[in-house]
């Protein structure tokens, strides 16, 4: 930890540890030279991916019948290079302990990457020298201190959320946040070595206690040890789990304060290192700010002027399952689907910005998030959204929510714009659906500018890149109750009508959309303390949008436009009771049951087993009845099969509402052996789910040799996960 002993009399920049090896400023030059060669390269792909796709927008402009599909020796060997760098990268192992326990490892890329950045670290750090040779002790000490130094750029880089490399590679910051991470803890490896070194060689004059306490430089360095080891031990994941506003604030003040340590460390001729983080960490923050004021102040934002306020106004509303939509009308933001952004709003949330992923698209004219309560900010927001909330009129109405002013940064979040592929696979579990569903009405909405937009492409190459390649789209959703239905039941109706119409014109577009119910039963555990109340109060009307799991009845047109009617029914004190503790003697009916085959499971009304004391609920096509008799049993399986049926004819009839669990290979396969081109799959939801879906794509990959000579196109896999 002491550097003063090192000789600077004919200046450090020729420093060398003899052995013909470089000197320390040569070898952190060497670092980045790899990390800036490794940049490169993910720029390069970055940009082949852009040209791609205008090169794939304009043969759909020309009429190409499969402009998906690589054709000429560049695009295929490009094509069969991410084939085989994507089956590498996304493999990963299982272990499955039990039926509630199972343990993925990470993805082979990601341990790639992390394996290479730590190998290059060490192979600096000890080359040609041998740390076994006390008398080279010292000689470790000092140059395991100059690449830890180096370092302090790169983390900061990986960390911004407006940073260079995300950039110039086009990646999102959330995507980085991972490696972040494990550089850091690199750094925090490469420090103890460096510290390791120092007090061996120190031990053995036992001179250790001499320096820490006389020496200055050596206090400061273990000081920004013990501010790195905090860091490390803060970062871990049961504590950014248990508070994340905490981990934030704690994170960035303990950050600041290591960078001062180790200014204060470090000689005067390697202080660069530190002051690069910094400006790195100032223009991000300076960025983000000029972004922030541009998108919320009024004068400087065409959308926003004439508004009086630095702030949109936003309106919250309470569903069921413990979700709050909160709805921003006009919003001074452009987006695209995929994205997100952070919400700051600080009437009910101080000093808190919250990321929430766009649960609509532009053409909406809106900005609307489905955001599930859980604690903190959000915990607030779903509390005021049922205060705010009014009590239905006899209209079948609903009288205004209080709004409340928020302030928007952002967006964030990038993917590969997915109309360019020729068939797309979207798997959602729960609220995952906030990312999936507006990829899929994106595609349709393209569909839409393409089939109703005249104008010869040919003559206008602009249009070009208002339509879309894709043919196909295949939607999965994954979800616990009917409740969760309710959130998107109008969007994915609207969706089905409007690919009907198309179809009706003559244009081949064609979506198929699947929803699995693996908790199939009346989710009284998940509802509300305002329904809570009006079943303890005796109000026995209900309100369609938020209590359907006891509706009888379809919705009318209406009501599948988002307003709200009162549908009167009776029940027992027994039945209330019921829809309170959910059915099965240990809670909510789960079924476990994995549907191998959709065709399968309609032709045969195949059964689930479910783990309700037995009961057997049937997978069948959801019916076209207009109506289904009121509820009357308070048994589990009769639960069970109204809350079923009550999804069945609340939607679509073209829609396929099952009972169980998805096999996901099976649904990939047969999107991909259909396609003509290039597809993409998207996942969003548990990890448990986002692991079993890449592992899919990993063995279809595989099996149906993509791109080695076998006629199967290639695969583009997108993952998001609820971790953040």
């Given at each position: 930890?002491?550097?003063?002993?090192?000789?600077?009399?004919?200046?450090?920049?020729?420093?060398?540890?003899?052995?013909?090896?470089?000197?320390?400023?040569?070898?952190?030059?060497?670092?980045?030279?790899?990390?800036?060669?490794?940049?490169?390269?993910?720029?390069?792909?970055?940009?082949?991916?852009?040209?791609?796709?205008?090169?794939?927008?304009?043969?759909?402009?020309?009429?190409?019948?499969?402009?998906?599909?690589?054709?000429?020796?560049?695009?295929?060997?490009?094509?069969?290079?991410?084939?085989?760098?994507?089956?590498?990268?996304?493999?990963?192992?299982?272990?499955?302990?039990?039926?509630?326990?199972?343990?993925?490892?990470?993805?082979?890329?990601?341990?790639?990457?992390?394996?290479?950045?730590?190998?290059?670290?060490?192979?600096?750090?000890?080359?040609?020298?041998?740390?076994?040779?006390?008398?080279?002790?010292?000689?470790?000490?000092?140059?395991?201190?100059?690449?830890?130094?180096?370092?302090?750029?790169?983390?900061?880089?990986?960390?911004?959320?407006?940073?260079?490399?995300?950039?110039?590679?086009?990646?999102?910051?959330?995507?980085?946040?991972?490696?972040?991470?494990?550089?850091?803890?690199?750094?925090?490896?490469?420090?103890?070595?460096?510290?390791?070194?120092?007090?061996?060689?120190?031990?053995?004059?036992?001179?250790?206690?001499?320096?820490?306490?006389?020496?200055?430089?050596?206090?400061?360095?273990?000081?920004?040890?013990?501010?790195?080891?905090?860091?490390?031990?803060?970062?871990?994941?049961?504590?950014?789990?248990?508070?994340?506003?905490?981990?934030?604030?704690?994170?960035?003040?303990?950050?600041?304060?290591?960078?001062?340590?180790?200014?204060?460390?470090?000689?005067?001729?390697?202080?660069?290192?530190?002051?690069?983080?910094?400006?790195?960490?100032?223009?991000?923050?300076?960025?983000?700010?000029?972004?922030?004021?541009?998108?919320?102040?009024?004068?400087?934002?065409?959308?926003?002027?004439?508004?009086?306020?630095?702030?949109?106004?936003?309106?919250?509303?309470?569903?069921?399952?413990?979700?709050?939509?909160?709805?921003?009308?006009?919003?001074?933001?452009?987006?695209s689907p995929g994205q997100h952004v952070f919400l700051t709003?600080?009437?009910?949330?101080?000093?808190?910005?919250?990321?929430?992923?766009?649960?609509?698209?532009?053409?909406?004219?809106?900005?609307?998030?489905?955001?599930?309560?859980?604690?903190?900010?959000?915990?607030?927001?779903?509390?005021?959204?049922?205060?705010?909330?009014?009590?239905?009129?006899?209209?079948?109405?609903?009288?205004?929510?209080?709004?409340?002013h928020v302030m928007i940064e952002g967006p964030y979040g990038?993917?590969?714009?997915?109309?360019?592929?020729?068939?797309?696979?979207?798997?959602?579990?729960?609220?995952?659906?906030?990312?999936?569903?507006?990829?899929?009405?994106?595609?349709?909405?393209?569909?839409?500018?393409?089939?109703?937009?005249?104008?010869?492409?040919?003559?206008?190459?602009?249009?070009?890149?208002?339509?879309?390649?894709?043919?196909?789209?295949?939607?999965?959703?994954?979800?616990?109750?009917?409740?969760?239905?309710?959130?998107?039941?109008?969007?994915?109706?609207?969706?089905?009508?409007?690919?009907?119409?198309?179809?009706?014109?003559?244009?081949?577009?064609?979506?198929?959309?699947?929803?699995?119910?693996?908790?199939?039963?009346?989710?009284?555990?998940?509802?509300?303390?305002?329904?809570?109340?009006?079943?303890?109060?005796?109000?026995?009307?209900?309100?369609?949008?938020?209590?359907?799991?006891?509706?009888?009845?379809?919705?009318?047109?209406?009501?599948?436009?988002?307003?709200?009617?009162?549908?009167?029914?009776?029940?027992?004190?027994?039945?209330?009771?019921?829809?309170?503790?959910?059915?099965?003697?240990?809670?909510?009916?789960?079924?476990?049951?994995?549907?191998?085959?959709?065709?399968?499971?309609?032709?045969?009304?195949?059964?689930?087993?479910?783990?309700?004391?037995?009961?057997?609920?049937?997978?069948?096509?959801?019916p076209t009845s207009s109506s289904l008799a009121p509820l009357?049993?308070?048994?589990?399986?009769?639960?069970?099969?109204?809350?079923?049926?009550?999804?069945?004819?609340?939607?679509?009839?073209?829609?396929?509402?099952?009972?169980?669990?998805?096999?996901?290979?099976?649904?990939?396969?047969?999107?991909?052996?259909?396609?003509?081109?290039?597809?993409?799959?998207?996942?969003?939801?548990?990890?448990?789910?986002?692991?079993?879906?890449?592992?899919?794509?990993?063995?279809?990959?595989?099996?149906?040799?993509?791109?080695?000579?076998?006629?199967?196109?290639?695969?583009?896999?997108?993952?998001?996960?609820?971790?953040?």
């Open positions: 930890m002491d550097m003063s002993s090192m000789d600077m009399g004919h200046g450090m920049g020729g420093m060398s540890m003899g052995n013909g090896a470089p000197s320390v400023f040569d070898l952190q030059k060497m670092y980045w030279a790899v990390i800036g060669t490794a940049i490169a390269c993910a720029t390069l792909a970055n940009l082949y991916n852009k040209l791609l796709y205008r090169q794939r927008m304009s043969a759909a402009a020309r009429k190409d019948p499969l402009p998906a599909k690589p054709r000429t020796f560049l695009p295929s060997t490009m094509a069969t290079v991410y084939a085989l760098l994507r089956e590498l990268t996304y493999v990963s192992c299982s272990l499955v302990i039990s039926d509630r326990l199972r343990w993925t490892s990470p993805m082979l890329g990601r341990v790639s990457m992390v394996g290479a950045e730590l190998l290059l670290v060490l192979v600096l750090c000890f080359y040609k020298l041998n740390p076994q040779d006390q008398w080279q002790w010292e000689d470790v000490g000092i140059r395991t201190g100059f690449i830890a130094s180096a370092q302090l750029p790169l983390i900061v880089l990986l960390s911004g959320k407006r940073n260079i490399i995300g950039w110039l590679t086009g990646t999102s910051y959330e995507r980085l946040n991972w490696l972040h991470r494990w550089v850091s803890r690199i750094l925090f490896l490469t420090v103890t070595i460096h510290m390791g070194f120092w007090f061996v060689d120190w031990a053995r004059y036992d001179y250790i206690k001499v320096k820490l306490t006389t020496d200055r430089i050596t206090q400061r360095g273990f000081a920004a040890w013990c501010i790195l080891l905090w860091i490390f031990l803060s970062s871990l994941l049961p504590v950014r789990r248990w508070n994340y506003e905490f981990f934030v604030i704690q994170h960035i003040v303990t950050s600041i304060g290591f960078l001062a340590a180790v200014y204060l460390h470090l000689p005067e001729e390697v202080k660069v290192w530190v002051w690069l983080p910094i400006g790195l960490y100032a223009f991000d923050r300076f960025v983000r700010t000029l972004a922030t004021l541009f998108i919320n102040f009024p004068v400087l934002n065409r959308r926003r002027r004439g508004s009086p306020t630095m702030s949109s106004g936003a309106t919250f509303q309470a569903l069921s399952g413990s979700m709050t939509r909160i709805t921003i009308e006009n919003p001074p933001v452009h987006w709003c600080h009437a009910l949330a101080p000093l808190q910005a919250h990321p929430f992923t766009i649960a609509s698209i532009p053409e909406d004219g809106r900005l609307e998030f489905l955001v599930k309560s859980k604690q903190g900010g959000t915990k607030r927001f779903f509390r005021h959204a049922e205060k705010s909330q009014r009590l239905p009129v006899a209209s079948g109405g609903l009288l205004q929510d209080h709004a409340r990038r993917i590969r714009p997915l109309r360019q592929f020729d068939s797309v696979f979207l798997i959602a579990g729960g609220s995952g659906s906030t990312f999936t569903v507006p990829l899929m009405r994106d595609i349709v909405s393209c569909w839409g500018k393409n089939a109703h937009n005249r104008v010869d492409s040919l003559n206008h190459p602009a249009f070009a890149f208002q339509g879309a390649v894709t043919r196909y789209i295949r939607f999965v959703w994954v979800i616990k109750s009917q409740e969760q239905h309710d959130w998107f039941r109008s969007r994915l109706a609207a969706v089905i009508d409007d690919v009907g119409q198309l179809r009706s014109e003559g244009w081949p577009f064609e979506i198929d959309i699947s929803i699995y119910i693996t908790c199939a039963c009346v989710s009284g555990g998940e509802s509300s303390k305002a329904e809570r109340r009006q079943s303890r109060e005796g109000w026995h009307g209900q309100i369609q949008e938020v209590r359907a799991a006891q509706s009888p009845r379809r919705y009318t047109e209406k009501e599948k436009d988002g307003r709200i009617s009162i549908d009167s029914v009776s029940a027992t004190s027994q039945g209330r009771e019921e829809a309170t503790t959910g059915c099965g003697s240990g809670g909510p009916c789960c079924c476990r049951t994995t549907i191998e085959d959709e065709g399968k499971a309609l032709d045969s009304n195949k059964e689930c087993q479910c783990n309700c004391n037995g009961d057997k609920i049937e997978a069948v096509r959801e009357q049993s308070t048994d589990a399986s009769s639960q069970v099969s109204v809350d079923l049926k009550n999804v069945k004819s609340s939607a679509h009839p073209e829609i396929v509402v099952l009972s169980g669990r998805p096999q996901p290979r099976n649904l990939i396969r047969k999107t991909l052996e259909q396609a003509l081109g290039e597809s993409a799959v998207a996942v969003c939801g548990p990890q448990t789910l986002v692991d079993e879906v890449r592992q899919s794509v990993v063995a279809l990959s595989d099996e149906r040799a993509v791109h080695k000579g076998s006629g199967a196109q290639g695969i583009y896999f997108h993952a998001e996960s609820f971790e953040y």
